[in-house]
């Protein structure tokens, strides 16, 4: 064997031995620069303080009656009764006929009135606001977990902001802080 052949194979040896070292004491491997985001699932907050719940409600009410005691249609319809009454017989007959019909007119007008006047309706819009507990109700999200995976360790961590698809690692730390974009200058 010559001399150059040994000395490459002792260099060759050496090469090798040193990566064996180097990778066996971390040197040479690279931190990994970003955790990849598995899952993200957002926190949010219920509850709070009792509130009213607020809804503008269509009401119906009987409207105002002018006529309380339905005077007008009880007048007009003895009038009515009257006339008609009086078209009927003769003589003293056609007296009490005339006298009947104001009756039943009077009666009938009076009754007509009183069931126009209880269709006669108003709608008008009221708001109407019921209290309503504290919880159920979502106030929105306040956070995120996160599902990551660094290397081969995988692991959960809550952060204020939806990381996207990596974090960013520095010196084998997550870092959970948003990263403020630098100034042009």
């Known amino acids: 064997m010559g001399k150059a052949m040994i000395v490459g194979v002792v260099c060759g040896a050496l090469g090798l031995a040193a990566s064996g070292m180097a990778s066996a004491y971390g040197l040479g491997e690279r931190e990994p620069e970003y ?7 957002p926190v949010r907050e219920e509850g709070g303080a009792p509130r ?7 009401v119906s009410r009987p409207a105002e009656v002018k006529d309380q005691q339905q005077i007008a249609g009880t007048l007009i319809g003895a009038v009515a009764g009257g006339l008609l009454g009086s078209q009927v017989g003769s003589g003293s007959g056609k007296k009490l006929a005339a006298v009947a019909g104001a009756v039943a007119g009077g009666y009938a007008g009076n009754k007509i009135q009183e069931t126009l ?3 006669n309706t108003q709608t008008t819009t009221e708001t109407r606001c019921d209290g309503v507990a504290g919880n159920g109700y979502d106030y929105g999200v306040v956070g995120y977990d996160v599902k990551y995976r660094l290397g081969q360790e995988v692991g959960w961590v809550r952060m204020d902001h939806d990381p996207g698809a990596q974090i ?18």
Do not use: F, I, K, T
């Open 168 to 185: 960013p690692v520095r010196n084998g730390r997550l870092q959970l802080d948003r990263e403020e974009p630098s100034p042009v200058w």
């Open 117 to 119: 006047q209880a269709r």
């Open 35 to 41: 955790a990849d985001v598995l899952a993200v699932q």
């Open 52 to 58: 009213d719940a607020c809804r503008e409600v269509e």
